[in-house]
């Protein structure tokens, strides 16, 4: 299985926005082949900080997600509400 992290600090006053992007995003991902789960947190205390964590069933499940036009789409898009690049983490479990 392929585990993955991403973290991402929003731009103040862009979290409504953001919010409402990056919701389509996790519905449809979680509609994806070899998607076990897909999930999207704002921290606690975070303020505009939020967390995707995403579990795949192997390496060709998450390689059709990069492959696939939303993912594509989310990486053209995301700039526009974020502080700095996201920070992504992948693990093997």
């Given at each position: 299985m392929k585990i993955v992290n991403a973290s991402f600090v929003v731009r103040s006053g862009?979290?409504?926005y953001y919010e409402q992007f990056i919701?389509?995003?996790v519905a449809r991902s979680r509609q994806?082949?070899?998607n076990i789960s897909y999930d999207?947190?704002?921290?606690v205390d975070g303020g505009n900080e939020?967390?995707?964590i995403e579990h795949w069933a192997d390496d060709e499940a998450l390689q059709a997600h990069?492959?696939?036009a939303s993912y594509k789409e989310f990486w053209?898009?995301?700039?526009?509400?974020?502080k700095s690049e996201p920070t992504v983490l992948v693990?093997?479990?």
């Open positions: 862009w979290q409504p919701s389509e995003m994806e082949n070899g999207h947190f704002k921290k939020y967390v995707i990069k492959d696939s053209r898009g995301i700039g526009h509400y974020v693990f093997e479990h």
